[in-house]
């Protein structure tokens, strides 16, 4: 891992709650270039990629990569219907919490602090706390 990594990726996520911050709270139900997302759905698939890259930079560096960006998302049924509509679906769930994007932001990021409930909501959701420091 480069050493820049962790910088990067705080200041990208701070770049993403910023954003987030300037939406208005109509916006988090407003469609998407990405149909049938909604903000928040959007959101919330973010936020699930997001949370899996703590381990994926802590993981050993791999020998050589295995795929590429074109091989990754050739289509396949990876990309299919069913995967593409049980993504929504899990983005749906994830947004469900009520929260405005910046506060889902904050709650899974630890800057705002979390009680023992919204703890098993988001176990629930399947969304992992993420330490950006």
């Known amino acids: 891992m480069n050493d820049r990594t962790p910088v ?3 200041a990208e996520a701070a770049a993403f709650a910023a954003a987030l ?3 208005p709270a109509d916006a988090w139900r ?3 270039r990405c149909v049938p997302w909604q903000v928040s759905d959007l959101i919330g698939h973010v936020i699930t990629a997001v949370s899996r890259t703590p381990a994926m930079i802590a993981a050993p560096a791999p020998d050589h990569a295995d795929t590429t960006a074109t091989g990754y998302y050739r289509a396949d049924k990876r990309f299919s219907d069913s995967a593409n509509a049980d ?3 899990t983005a749906q ?4 919490t009520g929260w405005t ?3 889902l932001l904050r709650k899974t990021t630890g800057r705002a602090p979390v009680t023992a409930a919204e703890t098993r909501m988001l176990d629930g959701l399947g969304l992992r706390s993420l330490a950006l420091a």
């Not at 769930?93 to 469900?96: D, G, M």
């Open 8 to 10: 990067a990726f705080t």
């Open 21 to 23: 911050r300037q939406l």
């Open 30 to 32: 407003a469609p998407t």
């Open 87 to 89: 993504r929504v679906q």
């Open 93 to 96: 769930q994830r947004a469900a």
């Open 101 to 103: 994007p910046a506060l």
